[in-house]
């Protein structure tokens, strides 16, 4: 029998890079280049029917939106190709937790749906904990669980649909 909190537990594919700023924003997008390079893999490896986008949000005032275009999306998009790339400027989730950045993976479904599938942001948790403002830390966190049940009620909707065709 399903109690009320099972429901809440679920499991969570997470990453974080730490390290000493570089100057530039450096050290962030190739993070931020790193993890969303890594998500995506596995995404693709496991679901790789998904029509997938990226949204990033500049919480910078806009401050790291060019080096965030050239740096990271640029580079990203040679990669990923057939991905959407963005930005989400309208984003409000993370603001106040992350800090100069952050970023959604989502799965877009046939109805033209959103389903979150990862998010990151850069924090200053690291900095705060050591006292120290040079230093940096992005974390991630993939629904792998919230993957295989979208993956494979996009597969339900295809297979229905080539049924009727």
Not at 58 to 82: N, Y
Not at 94 to 113: E, H, L, M, Q, T
Not at 141 to 162: F, S
Request: aromatic share 6%; with cysteine; hydrophobic share 40%.
């Amino acid at each position: 029998m399903l109690r009320p909190r099972d429901g809440a537990h679920f499991g969570l594919l997470a990453l974080c890079t730490g390290g000493r700023d570089r100057g530039s924003f450096a050290l962030q997008t190739d993070a931020l280049r790193e993890q969303l390079d890594r998500d995506l893999r596995v995404i693709t490896c496991h679901a790789p029917h998904l029509r997938l986008e990226v949204a990033l949000t500049d919480l910078s005032a806009g401050m790291r939106r060019s080096v965030l275009h050239e740096d990271l999306i640029g580079p990203l998009t040679a990669t990923w190709p057939a991905i959407c790339w963005g930005f989400d400027d309208d984003r409000q989730a993370g603001r106040g937790y992350y800090v100069d950045a952050c970023f959604a993976i989502n799965a877009r479904r046939r109805d033209g749906s959103r389903a979150n599938i990862c998010d990151g942001g850069l924090t200053d948790w690291t900095a705060r904990l050591l006292a120290d403002h040079k230093e940096r830390l992005l974390i991630s966190g993939l629904g792998g669980e919230h993957l295989i049940d979208v993956a494979a009620a996009e597969l339900a909707v295809r297979h229905a649909g080539q049924k009727h065709d």
